[in-house]
Each structure stands twice: as structure tokens, then as C-alpha cells.
């Protein structure tokens, strides 16, 4: 296995050339199903296998838990303000320093529950924009470029998915 097949077990994040409304459902249902699928998968892991690592040098699962409450919640934020300001810029955070921040050893389930609100929340929001407020649009500072509200969806539905297959990896076969 390559190191971006570690890293990206599902591979990157691909965004389509037409967001069809067959695939903005399939990616709701990602969405709105994530929390439910992220608990299915953790809820037994004992202290020891939280922090197994999906790949040298990544994050314990417990790390990846909490990083996706973190980054959830950002795309709440990022989303109403790419619906309230005209293509607002919006910065990077420091991931990997937010890892090792304290509320990161807080037990999962804080995170899980704050992610059951977060992604009812989500997904009402999404549910209710017509298309023309899907194409609004933020500036993401670090890539140096605009992301419509559909390129968000689709990265969400992804980066769900992407954080549960690091975790269904670290459990299968882990690296410490």
C-alpha cells in the first residue's frame, strides 16, 4: 500500500463536473448518516484501541473522532457565511494543532454527541437551500480558491467517509 493510499484509504476527495440531484441525496444520506456509522464503528473500542493509528505518524482514532467534531463544525460556519457574504475568504485552522489540544482527551462519546446535533443541524440547512444558494460560494484561503456550497456538500460526504475507513483501518490493522 502506498503512502497516499494510507492516507487516503478511499482516495482524494473528488468533486463531480455537474452536481446532479441524484448525487446531492446520496451525498445527504452520507451526511445525515455519519454520526450514526461513526458510533456503530467506535462504540466498543476499549482506552488501548483508541489510540491505534491508521498509518505511521497519523492520528489515534481518538484523535480522528475529535477532529471530525472539530471539522464539522467549522463547515457549519463556513457555509453560512459563504450564504450570508459574497464569497467570504476563509482560513485554514491548524488541524494537527487542534489534535493536540485538551479537549481531544475528553472521551469520544462528547464528540459523538456534539456531532448528532451538528449533523441534524447540517443536513436541515442543506435540505433547505435552493440551487442557487448551493452555488454560492467561500474563498479558501489556502487553496487559493472559491468553493460553491455544492463543492461542500461533496467534500463532507467524503471527508466522513474518509475518517471512517482510517478508523476501520487503525482497527484492522493498526500502527503505533
Same mark, same amino acid.
Given at each position: 500500500?502506498t503512502?497516499?493510499?494510507?492516507?487516503?484509504?478511499?482516495?482524494?476527495?473528488?468533486?463531480?463536473? $455537474?452536481?446532479?440531484?441524484?448525487?446531492?441525496? =446520496?451525498?445527504?444520506?452520507?451526511? /445525515? &448518516?455519519?454520526?450514526?456509522? %461513526?458510533?456503530?464503528?467506535?462504540?466498543?473500542?476499549?482506552?488501548?484501541?483508541?489510540?491505534?493509528?491508521?498509518?505511521?505518524?497519523?492520528?489515534?482514532?481518538?484523535?480522528?473522532?475529535?477532529?471530525?467534531?472539530?471539522?464539522?463544525?467549522?463547515?457549519?460556519?463556513?457555509?453560512?457565511?459563504?450564504?450570508?457574504? $459574497?464569497?467570504?475568504?476563509?482560513?485554514?485552522? =491548524?488541524?494537527?494543532?487542534?489534535? /493536540? &489540544?485538551?479537549?481531544?482527551? %475528553?472521551?469520544?462519546?462528547?464528540?459523538?454527541?456534539?456531532?448528532?446535533?451538528?449533523?441534524?443541524?447540517?443536513?436541515?440547512?442543506?435540505?433547505?437551500?435552493?440551487?442557487?444558494?448551493?452555488?454560492?460560494?467561500?474563498?479558501?484561503?489556502?487553496?487559493?480558491?472559491?468553493?460553491s456550497?455544492?463543492?461542500?456538500?461533496?467534500?463532507?460526504?467524503?471527508?466522513?467517509?474518509?475518517?471512517?475507513?482510517?478508523?476501520?483501518?487503525?482497527?484492522?490493522?493498526?500502527?503505533?
Amino acid at each position: 500500500m502506498t503512502s497516499v493510499q494510507q492516507r487516503y484509504p478511499i482516495g482524494p476527495c473528488e468533486y463531480p463536473a $455537474e452536481y446532479t440531484a441524484n448525487l446531492l441525496t =446520496q451525498y445527504l444520506l452520507d451526511i /445525515e &448518516t455519519f454520526p450514526m456509522r %461513526l458510533e456503530y464503528v467506535v462504540q466498543h473500542l476499549d482506552a488501548d484501541q483508541l489510540q491505534l493509528r491508521y498509518r505511521e505518524g497519523g492520528w489515534t482514532i481518538n484523535q480522528v473522532i475529535h477532529h471530525c467534531g472539530d471539522s464539522h463544525m467549522n463547515a457549519i460556519l463556513r457555509i453560512k457565511l459563504a450564504l450570508t457574504d $459574497e464569497n467570504p475568504s476563509i482560513n485554514a485552522y =491548524q488541524e494537527d494543532r487542534w489534535a /493536540e &489540544t485538551a479537549d481531544y482527551d %475528553l472521551p469520544f462519546n462528547n464528540t459523538i454527541t456534539m456531532l448528532f446535533a451538528i449533523h441534524r443541524k447540517l443536513v436541515k440547512l442543506l435540505e433547505s437551500l435552493s440551487e442557487e444558494q448551493r452555488n454560492r460560494t467561500y474563498f479558501h484561503t489556502q487553496y487559493q480558491r472559491s468553493f460553491s456550497i455544492n463543492d461542500v456538500i461533496c467534500l463532507y460526504a467524503w471527508h466522513g467517509n474518509h475518517h471512517l475507513a482510517q478508523i476501520q483501518v487503525a482497527i484492522t490493522q493498526p500502527h503505533n
